[in-house]
């Protein structure tokens, strides 16, 4: 058995605190990221109708019969965006092992601008690359947009959260986001109506590689796992209302490692349990501008040298996605 309780943090709370109770409420988050850097954020202001309309976008877009999801794919490997079939992935393999695909399929798209000025060819060839856009469901990328502006707005809160618990300034982060490269993803893992292959999972472990993710995962699902500081995989159990945040790689390096992109998984749940059901989530992988230079938080070192040298968000970003293709 674990100690392990999953944190639930009022984002309205902390953002109407002041003075040492908003440094207390900053404390707790800088403890929460040293151990797991996993939490759920509740009243986050995201309205209801925003996420059931993607939700509900998103459920229709994987209802449609495979050809028409096709349409949507991305056109080669590696592409970022559109339609990513089953079997097409196995996030395992970001860290180097080997494992049969996930079973899933999803929806990705970018960020839902060019900044004026961009020239970068590897950064209009990748992260600006267009979104392939489904035909079906009416109303798709309305919905899709709305969501997809919500959550970067909810992001810069929670970076300014984040400046908080590392005694930075309030806006410190603020230059580094301004253009973000963000990517949202919405996942399908379908009723599995055989057994899975040894090893298989709906998501191989992996840890996230960019500033931090949005996750929503379906209400009353099970699956996602966590390493916990006592090295348990521990089931995250959704919290109604509330987004999972978790830190990714690239946060855990600007803190050099004081914070932890922590391991996590989806499993596939004893089928007695529910786990041949279908599950669906929704995932807001946040990442600083293409050009931002991550250095290590002097704030972090403690007067040690830094572990790691400067990398630029985009570069870093598209070394770290290339790895998972199946
Ligand atoms: O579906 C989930 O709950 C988690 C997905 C995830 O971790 C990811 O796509 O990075
Ligand atoms: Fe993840």
Same mark, same amino acid.
């Given at each position: 058995?674990?100690?392990?309780?999953?944190?639930?943090?009022?984002?309205? $709370?902390?953002?109407?605190? @002041?003075? *040492?109770?908003?440094?207390?409420?900053?404390?707790?988050? &800088?403890?929460?990221?040293?151990?797991?850097?996993?939490?759920?954020?509740?009243?986050?202001?995201?309205?209801?109708?925003?996420?059931?309309?993607?939700?509900?976008?998103?459920?229709?877009?994987? &209802?449609?019969?495979?050809?028409?999801?096709?349409?949507?794919?991305?056109?080669?490997?590696? %592409?970022?965006?559109?339609?990513?079939?089953?079997?097409? @992935? $196995?996030?395992?393999?970001?860290?180097?092992?080997?494992?049969?695909?996930?079973?899933?399929?999803?929806?990705?798209?970018?960020?839902?601008?060019?900044?004026?000025?961009?020239? &970068?060819?590897?950064?209009?060839?990748? +992260?600006?690359?267009? #979104?392939?856009?489904?035909? $079906? *469901?009416?109303?798709?990328?309305?919905?899709? #947009?709305?969501?997809?502006?919500?959550?970067?707005?909810?992001?810069?809160?929670?970076?300014?959260?984040?400046?908080?618990?590392?005694?930075?300034?309030?806006?410190?982060?603020?230059?580094?986001?301004?253009?973000?490269?963000?990517?949202?993803?919405?996942?399908?893992?379908?009723?599995?109506?055989?057994?899975?292959?040894?090893?298989?999972?709906?998501?191989?472990?992996?840890?996230? %590689?960019?500033?931090?993710?949005?996750?929503?995962?379906?209400?009353?699902?099970?699956?996602?796992?966590?390493?916990?500081? &006592?090295?348990?995989? #521990?089931?995250?159990?959704?919290?109604?209302?509330?987004?999972?945040?978790?830190?990714?790689?690239?946060?855990?390096?600007?803190?050099?490692?004081?914070?932890?992109?922590?391991?996590?998984?989806?499993?596939?749940?004893?089928?007695?349990?529910?786990?041949?059901?279908?599950?669906?989530?929704?995932?807001?992988?946040?990442?600083?501008?293409?050009? $931002?230079?991550?250095?290590?938080?002097?704030? +972090?070192?403690?007067?040690?040298?830094?572990?790691?040298?400067?990398?630029?968000?985009?570069?870093?970003?598209?070394?770290?996605? #290339?790895?998972?293709?199946?």
């Amino acid at each position: 058995m674990t100690s392990f309780s999953f944190p639930v943090f009022d984002l309205g $709370a902390f953002e109407s605190s @002041e003075g *040492p109770a908003r440094a207390a409420l900053g404390a707790e988050v &800088d403890r929460i990221c040293r151990e797991t850097g996993f939490l759920a954020i509740r009243n986050h202001g995201v309205p209801q109708a925003v996420i059931d309309g993607v939700w509900q976008a998103a459920r229709a877009f994987f &209802d449609l019969p495979p050809e028409e999801k096709q349409a949507a794919r991305a056109p080669y490997k590696g %592409y970022p965006y559109g339609y990513l079939g089953p079997e097409l @992935e $196995a996030l395992a393999r970001s860290r180097d092992v080997d494992s049969p695909p996930d079973l899933k399929e999803s929806f990705n798209g970018g960020p839902l601008t060019v900044p004026e000025g961009m020239r &970068d060819e590897k950064a209009l060839s990748f +992260c600006y690359a267009p #979104t392939i856009w489904p035909q $079906a *469901p009416d109303g798709f990328v309305a919905a899709w #947009t709305a969501y997809y502006q919500a959550m970067e707005d909810l992001a810069a809160r929670i970076m300014r959260l984040f400046a908080v618990a590392l005694n930075l300034p309030e806006d410190y982060f603020a230059p580094f986001i301004n253009a973000p490269i963000s990517a949202l993803r919405a996942l399908n893992y379908p009723e599995q109506h055989v057994p899975p292959r040894e090893g298989q999972l709906r998501a191989g472990a992996h840890t996230d %590689y960019g500033s931090l993710t949005i996750l929503l995962p379906q209400e009353g699902s099970r699956g996602l796992e966590i390493i916990t500081p &006592d090295g348990q995989w #521990t089931a995250v159990p959704p919290v109604r209302g509330a987004f999972v945040i978790n830190i990714g790689d690239l946060m855990a390096r600007w803190t050099n490692d004081r914070w932890v992109s922590t391991l996590h998984r989806v499993v596939n749940p004893p089928p007695q349990e529910g786990g041949m059901d279908r599950r669906q989530s929704l995932a807001f992988f946040h990442q600083p501008n293409w050009p $931002a230079e991550i250095r290590v938080l002097d704030a +972090c070192t403690n007067g040690e040298p830094a572990k790691y040298p400067p990398v630029l968000s985009g570069p870093y970003l598209m070394s770290k996605f #290339t790895a998972t293709a199946a």
